[in-house]
């Protein structure tokens, strides 16, 4: 079991920016941010493919940049808007391109981090 420790959330203005992180204890290939806000349904915001592949929201398309350093994964965020409030959690699992991009289950999730546009 992978264990996922999300950090960088906060609160910003709108148009600002934020870096979230996820520290994965142990490797695997396949990667991707959700995010959930109150009584709204769970998204995935994007996902990141070991050979660096990568699919976004429309929601986010253009503003948000997923990538990693080892076990390390990153989600910039820029232009944020205040629908980009949410929990948002990492996950990670087995998988290569393309079905770890459009994966519908996952086995290991972070406890997430809370980011507030206003």
């Known amino acids: 079991h992978v264990q996922l420790v999300e950090s960088g959330g906060d609160s910003v203005q709108a148009g600002g920016a934020l870096r979230l992180s996820c520290s994965a204890s142990?490797?695997?290939?396949?990667m991707a941010w959700f995010r959930q806000a109150p009584g709204k349904e769970r998204e995935q915001v994007a996902a990141?493919?070991?050979?660096?592949s990568a699919n976004y929201s429309e929601s986010v398309q253009g503003r948000f940049t997923i990538s990693r350093d080892s076990n390390v994964l990153f989600l910039e965020m820029n232009s944020l808007k205040p629908e980009d409030t949410a929990m948002y959690y990492c996950?990670?699992?087995?998988?290569?391109?393309?079905?770890?991009?459009?994966?519908?289950?996952?086995?290991?999730w972070g406890r997430g981090t809370q980011v507030t546009v206003s």
């Open positions: 996950v990670a699992d087995f998988g290569l391109s393309p079905s770890c991009l459009t994966r519908k289950s996952w086995n290991n």
């Open positions: 142990e490797y695997r290939p396949c």
């Open positions: 990141l493919a070991i050979d660096g």
